[in-house]
């Protein structure tokens, strides 16, 4: 049955990697719709993300391909689908409202299965949109207590990512780990500049002339995690923090939103702690 | 009474402008929270922005202002206050979703009064927000008849600008001469380049390597008002004019938002066709 | 011997094309150093830039690689070498000058043959460089006269590119001509917009809100040929057009610069009028 | 006589402060060319740059003005003039270069007395623009030696400023001292990212996704003084570090011009660790 699948490949690089893929490809007819291949030579590490359409079946094509990639590679042939989501957030609502707004016009390639957040302040706005709001409040709770019961929502749905929007708490190395390369935070600086609280004061205090928010991977170093997208934005001594706050906010939604795009078309390797985006 | 007003000048330059406006604000004891100032030398024309407190009549400062300014200078006083918007959209939702979400987090600093719309695809979402929509279809009237249903619809309402957050028509001079500086429009370019329909699909067939958007008043003349906001972003070979449509959207909307934000300010003097932005 | 080369193919899409070629160079036992494709699905044609390395004759890969590929196809293996070119300019020095440095730093994969002007003005800053200089004026006589005598220059040179460092004439398409595919020029804006002469007064009188620079090829429409690199600056209501100009220079210098070791390293398709920028 | 100053004043604010100054100039007559204020609210700081012409004494006029402000103010009354700098570099040519290649053109307001460098790379260079270049070896010197030693070259000149335009050495609290707002440095990052040694090393292994340069006065502590100008470009994971440094160089000498064409223009106040830049 004619199909369209996305094949995800790293592994050490080896000769003819290239020539040995494409010969599976062009043996079994298929289609090739877009190819992105990156070797990093200092690691001597192969990435390849090519779309294939045709004729065939998901678990052949896989044993095809097993058989001309090193056997520690890390393989996927996967078939675009509609993901699935779960959004943490407090208070802030232009990263969670964006996501949403896209979700609404159908530009998002996933569902939202609910948000969760330790105040009830989006409630309002995330019922608008008649998806399951919970709220978890952090009140009297030592951290860990609390992200059990975060935990607790989360693994009642169904999910393939956690999305960060604005989220104001800094998780366990335990919840980290429950979740490997699933959850994408946004920061609110272009780090690794302003790790930690408060990065727009922090940036006001040092007199910077340029903000911007990153996109990344949480893994368990505070801010650390790998990078999948950063932009900035031209500030000056006129601003005072809350204004950079303010400015900055266009800035977080969009990098946020366009970082869980690349994730959700497939398009991100981790590679130690960088990301490719092909 | 404690106040504080935003006192608009513009008028042409003359020596001792500053000196006497200021003097006007000292004599009375108000504070100057923030002033902006700027001369087109050219044009020989001076324009002021400046917000002050005190204790003082609103009306008795503007006489005291007028006495001191050219005869033919216009003078606003204004207290800050919630203005009113209409909105004119089409079927995207990325510009209106973006003004939506910043309404109800309370950082527009304006009542959404309605929503209009030529076709209903967007009515679902306005009304999750509990804000008036009306479809004014245009099928088989005439522009002028359309924009008579339309003109109706409008002057039911209470507002002090119309935005038009991707309203694909082109408006007739008779719409833009009943809301003389009153509308705002997102154009998807960087103007003035790609003026008229479909600007991607242009940018694509020329090969740009940077796409934008500009936020602007509309005037007689189609995409040539007065630019008050625009910004970039890159884009390459790969992608296909849908692509950069899809991509420019962010730019669209932050750009459109940006320039409601300065407008709903009074940080926006019209020059010409040009715009005093502080 | 052990060589390296770029092997760029640009040709009409087909099945097969990635492992054929890949096969050629799998076969032979070369190592791929570097490997971009794409293909315009709309036109379907697919170009490719591959760096290779191995033991292995030119004429004998390139008798192997013409085997697999269209026989209408573009095919070029390129040895990389120190290209050469010839600049032609004006009275402004920025653009000269940022490739005189780069030239100087051995970071120009080239070497200037001559620097060509209508006015002696530069003349002192390339002989510092002990650069060939010939001033061409062009006073009292036509436009078909003066590209004669700048061609009869341009002729007795050894030259792989002609660089309009802010060359400020227009060339006739008998000069274009010519030289085809080999003129590369800076404009000073954000092409299309502010097509012909004085862009920054064009732009100051527009009012927009950011300047730009549009390096490209040279065809017959002015201003028309394929774009290779943009940039941009914001820019505001207080500057006068000359200091639109002035800020534009950084922005322009940088642009031709990167434009001309895109060339340089052989990593630009001319497709129709657009580029692939690999 | 007929006279044009800049006026810079910053001081504790106070209510009044704009009248008072401007009615100074009133009084004598004075055309105010340009003016910007600022107020730091939360340091209840005032800044003002004001350019008057008129016929006029400047120490009358310091006078004048010397009655009407704080007593504790910082004044200056700064009739243009060309400045004077002395530039010191290692090895790298860009920054230097895009220095010599404006001074060469007239559009630097300012005189390269010498460049100084702790090797001959750049001595070609230098001297073909008839500029006097002085090596001071740092080998088998301590750091304090080797300083001295340039103090000791720096310290034959007439200078106004002195600009490391990639000097790649640490500079002793001593030297900083000497030259107390005197020092314009440019770091190779968006500070504070990547504070010290080879921030395109550090950048390339954090895997960021944006690259920058800040220029910034040089005070006791490493790449932490204040912050004049900063600029950025995106970067992708085909970048190796040394790409980077490469891809770098291009936004490190611009911003490093931009931020002395600012300080030459008296454009620049210090504020704590921040500037002001009007």
Chains 1, 2, 3, 4 share one sequence.
Request: hydrophobic share 40%; net charge negative; aromatic share 8%.
């Amino acid at each position: 049955m004619e199909k369209k699948v996305r094949v995800l490949i790293d592994c050490d690089d080896a000769k003819g990697l290239v020539y040995k893929i494409s010969k599976v490809f062009y043996d079994r007819g298929l289609n090739i719709e877009n190819n992105r291949e990156f070797v990093d030579k200092e690691q001597s590490k192969f990435f390849m993300r090519t779309v294939v359409t045709g004729d065939f079946e998901v678990e052949e094509l896989e044993n095809e391909l097993k058989k001309v990639i090193p056997s520690d590679a890390n393989l996927n042939v996967v078939e675009p689908r509609r993901k699935k989501i779960v959004i943490l957030a407090t208070k802030e609502s232009h990263a969670l409202g964006d996501i949403l707004i896209r979700h609404e016009a159908g530009e998002l390639d996933a569902d939202i299965e609910a948000v969760i957040a330790n105040h009830d302040t989006l409630e309002h706005l995330v019922r608008r949109f008649d998806i399951p709001f919970f709220k978890v409040s952090a009140e009297g709770m030592s951290r860990e207590e609390h992200e059990e019961h975060v935990m607790n929502v989360i693994d009642e749905q169904e999910f393939d990512y956690i999305v960060l929007a604005k989220y104001m708490r800094i998780l366990t190395p335990t919840f980290v780990k429950a979740y490997p390369k699933q959850i994408v935070n946004i920061h609110h600086s272009f780090l690794p500049a302003f790790i930690g609280a408060n990065p727009y004061k922090q940036a006001h205090k040092r007199g910077v002339k340029i903000i911007g928010a990153t996109a990344h991977y949480v893994t368990d170093d505070l801010d650390e995690g790998p990078i999948i997208a950063q932009d900035v934005i031209p500030v000056n001594h006129r601003l005072e923090w809350r204004e950079m706050q303010k400015a900055g906010r266009d800035v977080e939604k969009v990098v946020l939103s366009r970082a869980l795009n690349y994730i959700l078309n497939d398009r991100v390797f981790v590679h130690g702690n960088k990301t490719i985006v092909f």
